[in-house]
Every structure is written in structure tokens, then in C-alpha cells.
């Protein structure tokens, strides 16, 4: 993310309830610590395509020795953020990417009880339902994975009077990817397929701002998901009418939020409806969701009834495809 220019700016946290203050100190005082932190991560993203939002967390007295008092909220653009009118004490800053959804904006930034306006940090958090309502990514027709990609870094710093804290810091993606290749529909099934449906079952819709101090993803509000895609149908004879193979693959791509990947393919098709758990077919592996993984699906076809899983574009078993043009690392 290469972004070079300053952004200055702070508010106060949108959600306050009863007794909540923005009590930072007077911008401007000499003695006054202040902080300047350069975001990137090492997926290519830009304003353009993501809102980068900084929440700044307080221990506060008069709260509970649990809750972390949300001290302000900062938008982000350029990839840098000066913050003054700090106080020297100790500070929880939370850094996050969402993708600019169009009709959604800010909106996927939430809370634990929507509309209760807590000041809790530890009960912001993001809403990933819209995110998940986007149509898949499919080959045929060709059409791209939606921007699902949720970005993070969590950190705690103490500030000290007079000083500037200066730091790089690198987003984490928070969210993996799940691919099901479905292979030349005309050589899998007898009839013309008309549609198939994904479903994916208690996946996470909503996650926590805050980490545990541990790295964790905190996730919220399982539900059940379906998405329907309708494939075109290969060619089958050339310009002249003599037959050819058809080659095209059906490939179905969504992001999803971790954890273990249950649900079913269904397929219907001119002849029939046919369902297909979302089973490995080593044994009925239990299949997951990984943090900044691919999970890469091949059906195997009509007999088998069930799904290769690759890793790294090899054909043993296992979960944690990793893509370096996806995730950055190259």
C-alpha cells in the first residue's frame, strides 16, 4: 500500500453512553506526547477500495476493571495518522481495514448491541453480513471475488510527556477465502446444470474489535448462507459444428470469516437435484476456514460425491492453501 500523504484528525467515539467523556488533554501543549503511525499491509489495497479507521482505548477508573473505555476514533486516509492531545499513560490502539462497500460505508463498523452507543471498546466490533450478502466470484460467467478482506492490528503502547511516538505498522488480514472448483459441469453430470447453490452453515458474521491481547479473532452471530450461481454452458462444436471438449470450469469463490466449514453443493441439473456435503474425501476430513488462507475445493464428481482438497496446488490432504499473490508474500 504505498499511500504518502498526512491525514490529521480525531473525534470523538460516535457511541457514548451515560457517563462516558472524551477527556484528552488540549491540543497543542508543548509537553504533550503525541503519535505518528504508517499503515501498509502486504495485500495491494488503497483508499479506494478500503476505509482505514483507528480506535483508541483508555483504562478509565470509573469503569470496570474489563471494559476499556473507547477514548476516540480516528479516520484514516493517506496510510498515516498524527494523533495529539494525548495524555502520558497507557493507550490500546486498534487499526482497521474494512472494504468501501458502496451503500454500506461506515455502517459495517458496529457494536456488540447496536444502538446502545456503548464506550466500551471491548464491545465495537464489525459487521461482516454485508460482506457475506455479496454475489460469489464465479468463471463462468466470469465474474470477480467480491473485496471481502477485513484488516487488523491491535497494540498497546504508553505515551510519555514530551515525546513522540513514531511507528510502522502492518494490518494483519483477519478473513480467509474458500474456492470449490466444480470442474467441467458437462463431463460431471449427465443433464444440462441449471444452477448450483453454496451453502455454508453457522459461519461468523460479526467480529471484535479487540484481541485478547493474543492475537485472537473474536467472532460473533453464526448463521446459515446460501449463494446460487448459474454457469454458462461450454461449447461444444466449433464454428464448423464438429464437436470439440469442453473445457471451462465452474469455479465458486467467496470470503468467509475462521472456523470449521461445514454446509452442502447442490446441483440441479435437467435430470435431477444432487447434493454434495462439504466433506474432504480422505475419510470425511473435516474441512476449515483459516486466517489469511485459501481453502481449495475440487470436486471429485458424481461417485465419489465428494471434495479434493489441495494444498499449494498439490493433491494431498490438507486445509491451509496458501496463495502468495492473495495474501502478500511473494
Known sequence: MNLRYLYLGACLCTLLAAGCTDDAASVGQVEEPAAVFRLSTRAEVSDGTQLFRLYLGERKPEHAADELHCNRIVDITGGQVELTGLKPQWYKFVFLGVPRLEGVGTALFTEETPGQGSCDLNKQMIDYLPILRQEPGTKMPDREVPDGDIFRKVINRWVVSGETVSEDVQLERLNGRLVI??????????GTVEDITLQVD?????????????????????????????????????????????????????????????????????????????????????????????????????????????????????????????????
Request: charged letters at 20%; proline letters at 5%.
Open 202 to 330: 453457522d459461519t461468523p458474521t460479526r467480529i471484535y474489535l479487540t484481541d485478547n491481547d493474543r492475537g485472537e479473532i473474536k467472532m460473533a452471530d453464526p448463521q446459515t448462507l446460501t449463494w446460487l450461481t448459474e454457469p454458462v454452458a461450454n461449447a461444444m462444436t466449433d464454428g464448423n459444428g464438429q464437436p470439440i471438449d469442453p473445457t471451462g470450469h465452474h469455479v465458486i469463490t467467496i470470503n468467509l470469516l475462521p472456523g470449521a466449514l461445514n454446509g452442502s453443493i447442490v446441483v440441479r441439473t435437467t435430470t435431477g437435484t444432487f447434493t454434495y456435503p462439504l466433506k474432504g474425501s480422505y475419510n470425511g476430513d473435516q474441512l476449515y476456514i483459516k486466517q489469511n488462507t485459501q481453502t481449495q475445493l475440487e470436486f471429485n464428481g458424481v461417485i465419489q460425491g465428494y471434495f479434493q482438497v489441495k494444498y499449494a496446488g498439490y493433491t494431498a490432504t490438507g486445509i491451509d492453501v496458501d496463495d502468495d499473490s492473495w495474501d502478500g508474500w511473494q
Open 181 to 190: 472448483d466444480m470442474g467441467v459441469l458437462e463431463d460431471q453430470f449427465e
